[in-house]
């Protein structure tokens, strides 16, 4: 078997994986695998882990990866067993060159393919599976058995089935290795409205203990009002220095909506604001900080802006100095215009 006709049997095999192919695929296809290992060693093909290939030179790209995570676990298909009676030899079972239609990928690869905002970097894909599966993990993916997989497939993508978006985001906080990253991602995916806090909460209840406490704190963090993780983390400054506050507050005069400050202590006409670059990177955004900035003061109240990185240098010593800030104002008499109306998203924190 030449090489070239093994491309041709991997072009087909791989038509509807973005290129990627088993070694079972392979065998139950009739191709001899020293010839795969021939393709791999002048860098034709690109052997991705045991048994798993990518018919090209790469680059592997993430949905090329995912087809694999679910090929890694799909049933392997089998030659059928030769007919003596027949008077030829019974040619090789084409193999299925879809994965199994019960696998679907969630956590953050299935993020990361839905679209959300924000998917911390990662590179281990997570399938899950129902219980009978016993196909091991690898360095590349994560196999995770489920008695609820039927339920979990929400939507598929780019011919990967891909679990539902609030099981992606769960399963995704889970494999987090930092409580900021679990924040960026749950309180992005809220805020988004691709999930909600209770359906988040059912699923930290029912999906064991791994990640779940940083899970129920994200969720917390959304339910005060927190859209993103610096912003959680300059909730978590000011609660318990004895004023009270609310976050993402829209605050409107006389009718008319001025601005959303992103933490804003009642009563004092003060407010702050994280300037991430997610949200204040670009030259159009920063003009829009800035004509926030603009109105509020014009009308009397007073906006104090941070980054995420001097805030996190020293959050003690940001929050000591915009509480002076709100008490000189309040001896100057400069509190709340008169007409102001707050509509927080959240409850009053102390």
């Known amino acids: 078997m030449r090489m070239a006709d093994v491309e041709k049997v991997g072009a087909r095999l791989g038509r509807h994986s973005y290129q990627v192919v088993s070694a079972h695929e392979l ?26 290939y990518l018919c090209g030179p790469g680059p592997l790209s993430p949905v090329a990866r995912a087809h694999a995570a679910l090929k890694h676990v799909a049933p392997r298909p089998r030659r059928p067993a030769p007919d003596p009676a027949a008077e030829t030899p019974t040619p090789p079972a084409r193999a299925a060159s879809r994965p199994a239609a019960r696998a679907v990928i969630s956590g953050l690869a299935g993020c990361a393919r839905l679209g959300l905002r924000y998917v911390p970097a990662h590179t281990r894909v997570l399938v899950l599976v129902p219980t009978h599966v016993r196909t091991p993990s690898n360095k590349e993916v994560l196999v995770r058995r489920t008695r609820d997989v039927g339920l979990a497939g929400g939507s598929t993508v780019a011919g990967v089935r891909i679990a539902e978006a609030s099981r992606c985001v769960a399963d995704g906080a889970r494999e987090c290795s930092s409580l900021r990253d679990v924040r960026g991602l749950v309180l992005a995916a809220i805020a988004d409205r691709i999930t909600t806090p209770a359906e988040l909460r059912a699923l930290a209840s029912s999906g064991g203990t791994r990640g779940a406490a940083w899970l129920r704190r994200a969720i917390r963090d959304a339910e005060r009002g927190a859209a993103s993780a610096p912003e959680a983390e300059v909730v978590d400054a000011l609660i318990g220095r004895g004023i009270p506050f609310v976050v993402n507050a829209e605050i409107w005069l006389d009718g008319v909506l001025l601005a959303v400050f992103d933490i804003y202590l009642l009563g004092t006409g003060m407010g702050a604001e994280v300037d991430s670059v997610e949200w204040h990177g670009s030259s159009e955004s920063m003009s829009l900080t800035l004509d926030r900035h603009e109105r509020s003061s014009s009308r009397g109240l007073s906006l104090k802006h941070v980054t995420p990185k001097k805030f996190r240098a020293d959050p003690s010593g940001f929050v000591d100095r915009l509480l002076a800030e709100a008490a000189e104002r309040q001896v100057r008499g400069l509190g709340e215009p008169p007409g102001l109306e707050i509509r927080a998203r959240g409850p009053v924190l102390r």
């Open 27 to 52: 065998l139950a296809a009739g191709v001899d695998m020293s010839v795969v290992a021939r393709l791999v060693a002048t860098r034709r093909w690109q052997r991705l882990w045991r048994g798993m």
